[in-house]
Structures are given as C-alpha cells and as structure tokens.
C-alpha cells in the first residue's frame, strides 16, 4: 500500500516561501506552498518555523515541535505561512494543545478565492473566521454565521457551526491558519500547541477531492479480523437533561479510555468540557476531536473512507464515525440491522470488524464491531453492523474521529482535572463539600448547568451497584457478546436524583439513597458524589455513613 503522509513539511512541492504576509494574493508571482491531499497536518518544528510568531516561540523538545508563549506574555499569535490546497467549499479544523490552568488557544483561517460564480471573478483573501476561544477553564464557543460578512467572512466565506464554508461552486485554492495562544496571567502555565489540523471536502461534480491517509500505513496485509479492547457505554442512561445529545463526547471517551483505562472518564466529565456555549452543542466536530489533545494524544476530524478506518482498526486504534440510520426499513434513514433505534445524526466508536467464514476480504460479507452508544443499556452497547449497511449510514461525507496512536505525544496530561474533596456535615442531612480545606459554593450547580462557566452534573454511585458489560443479560435482538469489553467506573451505577442544594450545601439523606440502591438494611457500602463541572474540574467525595 503506498504510503501517503500528509503533514506539511511532507508535502512541500514548491520553492521556499519568501515571508507569510505577504505572497499567494493573486497576480503572477505565487509563493503559496503547495500540498496534496484532504488532510493537512501542521505537526513539526518545520512547519511553525514556516510561519511567523508574536509573542510567541516554537518549543522543539516537545513532542515534534509546538508553539508557546513568549516569557512574560499573555497573548501570543502564530501566523502559518499561505499553502496552496485542492479546491474545497468545506474545511474543518481541529487541533492538539495542553491547556493546564487558565488558557485557551483559538484557531482562525482564510481562503483564498478565484471565484465566486461562473460569472464573477473574486481573486482574493477572505477574512478570518474562527473556531472560538477553547480550553476546559474558558467559556469555549464557535461563532456560526450565514451572513458572511460578520466576523470577517467578506461574504465569501462562513462558519456553519464549526464548517468552514465557501460559497459557489469554484471553492477556495488557498489557505492560511492563525492560532492565538492566551493566558490570564504571565504567572500561569503557557497553553502548547502542537499541531493543527484541517480535513477538505468539496461535493461539487468533478471536484471530489480524495480521502488520503496521513499516518504510516499497517505493515503487512490487513487481518482478516480485528478485536480491540473497548469500553461500553449507553449515553441515555446519563443525565436526563443531556443524555440525549451527548454521543460525540461519549465517543471520544471510548477512544480515550480504550486507550489508557486508567483515564476512566466518565461521559458527562467529557461532554460538559466539550460542550460548545457559543452555539448551544455538544457535537462541534473541532472541539470533540481537540479533546483527545488534551490528554496529550493526537487526535483530529477527518473526511475519510474505509481504508483509513480498516487501517486503524488494525493498527490497534478504535474510531468514531457519525451516521444515521434506523432498524426501521420503512424509515427514510439508511437502513441498519442490529441498531437500537432510529437517529438523523449520532457518533459511535467503531472496535473491531471480521469477514464471515470463507468470504474474507469481500466487502459483501464484512461486518464491524461497534460500540453504539444509542443502546438500551451499557450491556447492550455492543453491536455488530454488516458494512454493505453501514456504508450507507456513514453517507458521501465520511465524518471521522482519528487517534492515531495508542501512546500520547505527551504523557501526564490531562484536560478535565479531578480534584479529591471530603463533604463535612454542617446540620440535619446537610453537607457541605470541602476542596482543599476550603467550602465550595455549589449554588452554581443548581442552575442550568449549560448556562454559564462553573456550572455542571452532580451524580452519585453506591458502592457495588454497577453493571457487569461482560457477564450481564444481553438484548440478543439488537447487541452482541463481546469478550474484549472493557470495564470502567462509568459502568457503575449513576444516578441524579434523591439529593438537593440547600443554598450552597448539598442536602441528603444517606439512608434513603441506599433505600433507592436496593441495599439490604444494616449494610453501609460507599456513596460516592461526583460534581462534575464545564470548566475542566470535577471534585470526587465520599459522603461520611450516617
């Protein structure tokens, strides 16, 4: 298999670039860089030494190389150099930062337009769109716009949610990235990005643009099955105000814990710390991919294709594709054997695939092993989906969550911080939670958990109560036994009910939560709380036995 890598110092097939301001805006002379593929990488000390900084300097002892902040700043700015790309009408970036402490780093791009229609020459820049300020400690947000000309769209070009989108059907030849790096003091940690991400399409006739695989193809020929470990998890069983729409978040948490288990997260933990308040989602394309950076992993969106998944599977590295379909064949979706319902747009992870007897390597007869999150229960979150089938669910886009590795760039990192606290009782079933010594005000967790920085989830697990995804009862009809399944903490039994605030106190009562729990009387297992924040925290306590 040829091997193709599509990070940009890879991909220079033109004469140096004399400086980034200043070339690539039309006329004779093009200095833009020249690259191939759908995916481009800027990933090595090469590639951001091709750009210029402001306040800001290229580190090459971490990982391939990444950009800080300059001692002393609090704002700094990469600038890429110009590059001359296949002609696309839609982009989406992602990117791998570690943002420990209070920072951000925000993401913008331009494009280059030849034209607009078949009857109006454009021949220049647009302005800069941005994915928004993001980080776990910041109010993260994207900024849609159809209009085009807010935020600096000229009109040209517009965010849709997090698409960078070119009007007309010509699409844009050329484009430049700009990251701002922030922190809110020159005494905090500086954020270090590491690489940035941006995956093209173009959907017009004759201008297909081809997915390419940038990572070092499977050595050998492809297995004729793969089992990967994974975890299980069913989003529905979650908070009830969330569990609806968190499936994106609840992917890359398989990803991530099929990875390093000791991880553990937790669906919400990820979904609040993903969740997009700029446009009201927790299924921004950029955000969720970004999130495996943050744990130090690469991990990016892709436009893909089945070799690209069948590639990865085999390296070992599970993989989240979005979809629609339904179990219902009158249903207007994509028809899927074995799904648990009917959706217009869901993420699941993939785990595994194998051929049926005697027919490997036809496509005809090829199945994949799923970790649906859109399941009656963890138990029953483990799917088998015949590719013939899932081939249509996965639609003409081919939307894919890529971790390319079963080790991070980075170790030691983490993007939501769990903090060990004590909950001390201050009156009659009233408890207030300590965090370092100090009381935490938990009036914010009694408001809407969405609506500002600081709110989030109280759960809580009653020590034994959990489900087994290896050994408990399966749902023959829509799920399969998978002996590779993973178990984690958010296996445990959760709930979110039987408890109250009284101001900034939590207020409960410990026997009518084991009364709930089915606890024989006499016995005191453990009650665990979690107050899960949207800000990058999540404080973990026991509640003392009454």
């Given at each position: ?474 749902d023959s009809s829509s799920s399969i036994n998978y002996s590779n399944a993973l178990q984690v903490t958010a296996n ?55």
């Amino acid at each position: 298999m040829k091997k193709l890598t599509l990070s940009i110092t890879a991909l220079l097939l033109a004469v140096m670039l004399c400086a980034c301001g200043g070339a690539g805006t039309g006329g004779d002379k093009d200095n833009a860089l020249k690259l191939e593929g759908n995916l481009v990488k800027l990933t090595s000390t090469e590639d951001f030494n091709k750009g210029t900084l402001e306040s800001a300097l290229v580190d090459e002892t971490v990982g391939n190389g990444a950009v800080k902040l300059a001692d002393g700043a609090t704002e700094g700015v990469f600038l890429s150099a110009e590059y001359n790309i296949t002609d696309f009408e839609e982009m989406v970036a992602s990117w791998n930062a570690t943002l420990e402490g209070n920072c951000s780093v925000e993401i913008q791009a331009r494009a280059y337009i030849v034209a607009h229609n078949d009857f109006e020459e454009r021949g220049d820049w647009s302005g800069w769109l941005t994915w928004g300020e993001y980080g776990p400690t910041v109010k993260r947000g994207g900024l849609s716009n159809n209009d085009g000309d807010i935020h600096g769209g000229n009109g040209w070009v517009f965010m849709n949610q997090d698409i960078f989108s070119v009007r007309g059907v010509h699409g844009a030849t050329k484009v430049q990235f700009k990251a701002i790096l922030r922190r809110e003091s020159a005494s905090n940690a500086s954020p270090v990005l590491r690489q940035i991400n941006a995956t093209i399409r173009n959907s017009n006739s004759g201008r297909e643009i081809e997915a390419t695989y940038a990572e070092t193809p499977f050595d050998g020929t492809l297995p004729n099955s793969v089992y990967n470990v994974a975890p299980a998890y069913a989003q529905g069983i979650r908070h009830p105000d969330i569990g609806g729409s968190i499936c994106s978040p609840t992917t890359m948490s398989m990803l991530l814990n099929s990875r390093n288990p000791q991880l553990d997260l937790l669906p919400e933990e990820a979904a609040l710390n993903i969740y997009d308040f700029g446009n009201g989602i927790f299924g921004n394309w950029a955000y969720a991919a970004s999130f495996g950076g943050l744990y130090g992993y690469e991990s990016y969106f892709q436009y893909g294709s089945l070799d690209i998944l069948m590639q990865e599977l085999a390296k070992g590295n599970t993989v989240g594709l979005s979809v629609k379909y339904s179990n219902d064949k009158s249903s207007s979706y994509p028809y899927l054997e074995g799904s648990y319902g009917s959706t217009g747009g869901h993420l699941i992870s993939i785990i595994g695939y194998e051929y049926e007897a005697g027919h490997e390597g036809d496509l005809k007869h090829l199945y994949f092993i799923s970790g649906d999150s859109y399941s009656f229960s963890d138990a029953t979150s483990f799917h088998r989906y015949k590719w013939t089938q899932l081939d249509k669910a996965w639609g003409e886009k081919r939307s894919m969550y890529v971790m390319p590795s079963q080790t991070p760039e980075v170790a030691g990192i983490r993007g939501v911080q769990r903090v060990e606290a004590t909950l001390e009782l201050v009156g009659t079933d009233t408890y207030t939670l300590k965090v370092n010594g100090e009381a935490f005000d938990l009036t914010k967790f009694n408001n809407n958990m969405l609506g500002a920085s600081g709110r989030g989830v109280i759960a809580y697990t009653v020590e034994g109560k959990k489900v087994d995804v290896k050994t408990d009862l399966k749902d023959s009809s829509s799920s399969i036994n998978y002996s590779n399944a993973l178990q984690v903490t958010a296996n445990n039994i959760f709930r979110y009910d039987i408890f109250s605030l009284d101001g900034s106190n939590l207020k409960v009562n410990a026997s009518s939560l084991l009364k709930a729990a089915q606890i024989p009387e006499g016995e005191t297992p453990a009650i665990t709380f979690y107050f899960m924040a949207n800000n990058g925290v999540m404080y973990i306590a026991q509640l003392p036995n009454a």
